[in-house]
Nanobody
Framework: QVHLVESGGGLVQAGDSLELSCTRS????????VAWFRQAPGKEREFVAA????????NYAESVKGRFTISRDNAKNMVWLQMKSLKPTDTAVYSC?????????????????WGQGTQVTVSA
């Protein structure tokens, strides 16, 4: 059982920065592709960013490209999502997802482990 834990959400103003973190509780992240997804109220879950197990392959949604950065440190068992120039439209519950695989995906069903999510609220 892969248990993921996110942290770092909060309430910020437009233009501010925020960093989310995701860790695997009770095990290594070494061979896991990890992604961030978000879901705003009344909207479908959407892909934000993904990083391969070794950090060499990274994908971003067009809506966050240039503002968000995904990174990882396997030695620390951590994946981060650095978010800059936040907009009210970034308001959502952000969840990390993982799957032991050499590939990554932008599709939520591909991932088989999920965290509980952390709320990010950006005020205008």
């Amino acid at each position: 059982q892969v248990h993921l834990v996110e942290s770092g959400g909060g309430l910020v103003q437009a233009g501010d920065s925020l960093e989310l973190s995701c860790t695997r509780s009770g095990g290594s992240f070494d061979f896991y592709a990890v992604a961030w997804f978000r879901q705003a109220p009344g909207k479908e879950r959407e892909f934000v960013a993904a990083i391969s197990y070794d950090g060499t392959k990274i994908n971003y949604a067009e809506s966050v490209k240039g503002r968000f950065t995904i990174s990882r440190d396997n030695a620390k068992n951590m994946v981060w999502l650095q978010m800059k120039s936040l907009k009210p439209t970034d308001t959502a519950v952000y969840s990390c997802a993982a799957r032991a695989n050499v590939f990554t995906s932008v599709e939520a069903p591909w991932y088989n482990a999920w965290g509980q999510g952390t709320q990010v609220t950006v005020s205008a």
